[in-house]
């Protein structure tokens, strides 16, 4: 039995990612709690014939609590989105707040779930929840997880692109580290299981990067004024999220990139690879039934590579101070 929860169920990725959930025969119990339109998105999703049994909830007669009541698995996109000319960064505003109360709500009535969070800034905001936990004493960093599935679905479309097949595209994988936003997002295109050509010239491989880094960019602009990546999105995060729920059911040798918290198996030896004293770090993580299981290191990067990690780091660093000290000095 699986219980997924969806907090923000009713916006832009909210809808289409429950929509995938729904259809994830592994799901039985899935519950959309939104401040607004949830009953209705729920009942439209539950015509659908699957197993999962769909309710909706909003903030009145403890919804939130009843959403959360049971959850296996908690997928959080509940936020605003960015508008062209903003940062990730500039939605930390409202966005601290929101990720916040429903933490504390995760932290009271569901602490062994699996918290997997969408909202932006991530680099930020996943510290925000363990902190909440924290403080409630039921802090697992094996179990909270920043979803940056949307980089290593970005990377594989755009290294396919780059091949000139499209039709590649769901058999490269690229490992994507570091964080969620600009410069912390380092694709490891050595790495990519399908490599690329070796007489490939500087130029594209730069702006092969440079379109996996600014990949959020490209539909915040064409999307113009009215929001960023949601069906994307919904669609890297139903696949994070049915691969914790396979590991969670006892499938072996899963291993994805996840924004983790570094305190657990394999993050002193990430540090130092690293070398520097961080808290959170994007890496492949290894799954299993109690969520992480070991942290894997680097692998064999490049010089170049460790050019592009060594500038992620001072951003990352002050994004989890910023995150870290919302809860724990709060103005
Ligand atoms: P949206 O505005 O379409 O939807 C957000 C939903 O959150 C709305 O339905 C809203 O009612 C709900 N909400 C607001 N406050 C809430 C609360 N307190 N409790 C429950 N629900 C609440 O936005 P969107 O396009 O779906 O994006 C959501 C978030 O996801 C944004 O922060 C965006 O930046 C982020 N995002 C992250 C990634 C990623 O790769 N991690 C990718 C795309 C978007
Ligand atoms: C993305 O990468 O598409 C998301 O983080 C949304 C954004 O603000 O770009």
Redesign the pocket.
């Known amino acids: 039995m699986v219980k997924a929860v969806v907090?923000?169920?009713?916006?832009?990725?909210?809808?289409p990612?429950s929509l995938l959930l729904k259809t994830n025969p592994a799901v039985t119990e899935l519950a959309l709690?939104?401040?607004?339109?949830?009953p209705g998105v729920a009942v439209d999703l539950s015509h659908i014939a699957t197993p999962a049994k769909v309710q909706g909830y909003l903030?009145p007669n403890d919804g939130?609590k009843n959403a959360l009541t049971g959850a296996q698995v908690v997928v959080?996109?509940?936020?605003?989105?960015?508008k062209p000319g903003m940062t990730?960064d500039d939605?930390f505003k409202?966005?601290a707040?929101?990720v916040r109360?429903?933490a504390t709500a995760i932290a009271t009535t569901a602490p062994k779930a699996f918290v997997l969070?969408?909202?932006?800034?991530?680099n930020s905001?996943v510290p925000i929840v363990a902190e909440v936990f924290k403080q409630h004493n039921v802090f697992d960093p094996k179990r909270l997880f920043?979803?940056?599935?949307?980089?290593v679905v970005r990377a594989s479309t755009f290294v396919a692109e780059v091949l000139g097949d499209l039709s590649l595209s769901q058999s490269i994988t690229v490992p994507v580290i570091g964080g969620?936003s600009g410069v912390t997002i380092v694709p490891l295109l050595s790495q990519s299981s399908r490599p690329l050509p070796e007489n490939l010239d500087k130029s594209t491989i730069d702006s092969l990067i440079n379109r996996i880094q600014f990949g959020?960019d490209e539909?915040v602009k064409a999307k113009d004024g009215t929001?960023?990546?949601?069906l994307?999105?919904a669609y890297?995060?139903a696949e994070f999220a049915t691969k914790i729920i396979r590991a969670f059911k006892g499938e072996k040798g899963i291993v994805v990139p996840s924004y983790v918290n570094l305190t657990q198996e394999g993050g002193e030896a990430l540090k130092k690879e690293l070398g520097k004293e961080i808290d959170y770090f994007s890496a492949p993580v290894a799954l299993g039934p109690n969520g992480i299981e070991r942290i894997n290191g680097l692998g064999a990067i490049t010089p170049a590579e460790r050019v592009l990690v060594d500038a992620a780091l001072p951003e990352l660093a002050t994004s989890i101070e910023k995150g870290v000290s919302f809860i724990q000095t709060p103005k």
């Open positions: 907090l923000g169920a009713a916006g832009g990725i909210g809808q990612l709690y939104d401040i607004v339109n949830a903030p939130l959080v996109p509940a936020g605003v989105p960015r990730r939605l409202i966005n707040g929101i109360d429903l969070v969408i909202s932006n800034p991530v905001t920043g979803v940056t599935t949307l980089d969620h959020g539909v929001g960023s990546a949601t994307s999105m890297a995060g």
